[in-house]
């Protein structure tokens, strides 16, 4: 059953003057002419602006051709795929029925467009900087974690691709606690993956960080990298 928007607005901390626009904004095209697909063009740009904004302030000393591949990794789909999960965004899609029977609001590509819809609804329900606070929230750790002398890809990233190279299933990621405050919780991840016994398990304070300790911890299961 959907859940009704007004709980998607307390979820982000914001009250919409319009609520119609948050309901578009998570409206799929599967469901007709009236749908997310203007929102998306528009939260797409704000997104892209805003973090590249961002890189361009924390990186001061980086080359073009870094900030770019930079964004490219903090606005990708598979990244904004997992903003909306850490939001819930799929529990509150609008769907037609074959991308319900199909489960389309757990598809990477629909969640995506959704994030950015919401921000286009944001933005139109308020202005840029109220957008630049909930991106900047949003993606915090994301830029935090970002080090020009390491490597562009995370462990979720390396993690997937070892799979994929030898032609394995996809890691398969598992939420099995959840314990803390709502102000002050710790995630704990179990991470299922072809090769390994015993799964990798991983916890952190958001779900995203135990995401990628877990994954971490598979690697080193599968001998792909050593332990620190």
Same mark, same amino acid.
């Given at each position: 059953?959907?859940?009704?928007?007004?709980?998607?607005?307390?979820?982000?901390?914001?009250?919409?003057?319009?609520?119609?626009?948050?309901?578009?904004?998570?409206?799929?095209?599967?469901? +007709?002419?009236?749908?997310?697909e203007?929102? %998306?063009? $528009?939260?797409?740009?704000?997104? =892209?602006?805003?973090?590249? @904004? !961002?890189?361009?302030?924390?990186?001061?000393?980086?080359?073009?051709?870094?900030?770019?591949?930079?964004?490219?990794r903090?606005?990708?789909?598979?990244?904004?795929?997992?903003?909306?999960?850490?939001?819930?965004?799929?529990?509150?899609?609008?769907?037609?029925?074959?991308?319900?029977?199909?489960?389309g609001?757990?598809?990477?590509?629909?969640?995506?467009?959704?994030?950015?819809?919401?921000?286009?609804?944001?933005?139109?329900?308020?202005?840029?900087?109220?957008?630049? +606070?909930?991106?900047?929230?949003?993606?915090? %750790?994301? $830029?935090?974690?970002?080090?020009? =002398?390491?490597?562009?890809? @995370? !462990?979720?990233?390396?993690?997937?691709?070892?799979?994929?190279?030898?032609?394995?299933?996809?890691?398969?990621?598992?939420?099995?606690?959840?314990?803390?405050?709502?102000?002050?919780?710790?995630?704990?991840?179990?991470?299922?993956v072809?090769?390994?016994?015993?799964?990798?398990?991983?916890?952190?304070?958001?779900?995203?960080?135990?995401?990628?300790?877990?994954?971490?911890?598979?690697?080193?299961?599968?001998?792909?990298e050593?332990?620190?």
């Amino acid at each position: 059953m959907i859940k009704p928007t007004a709980d998607l607005s307390r979820r982000l901390g914001y009250s919409f003057n319009d609520p119609s626009l948050l309901e578009l904004a998570l409206t799929h095209r599967s469901c +007709g002419k009236r749908n997310n697909e203007r929102l %998306e063009f $528009l939260g797409d740009s704000i997104v =892209n602006f805003v973090i590249a @904004d !961002a890189l361009f302030r924390q990186f001061p000393q980086a080359r073009e051709g870094q900030l770019s591949r930079l964004r490219a990794r903090l606005v990708k789909g598979e990244t904004l795929a997992e903003v909306a999960r850490e939001l819930d965004l799929g529990e509150y899609l609008r769907l037609g029925s074959g991308e319900l029977k199909s489960g389309g609001f757990r598809r990477d590509s629909i969640l995506a467009d959704a994030t950015e819809a919401v921000m286009g609804a944001i933005y139109l329900d308020s202005d840029l900087e109220v957008c630049r +606070g909930f991106i900047h929230r949003w993606f915090k %750790e994301r $830029l935090e974690e970002l080090d020009l =002398n390491e490597s562009l890809k @995370d !462990a979720k990233t390396r993690l997937q691709e070892h799979l994929q190279s030898r032609r394995l299933a996809l890691p398969d990621y598992e939420l099995i606690a959840v314990d803390g405050e709502a102000h002050s919780q710790t995630f704990f991840i179990r991470c299922h993956v072809t090769g390994l016994t015993v799964p990798s398990e991983g916890e952190g304070n958001s779900r995203r960080q135990a995401e990628q300790e877990a994954a971490r911890l598979a690697l080193i299961g599968l001998q792909v990298e050593k332990a620190e």
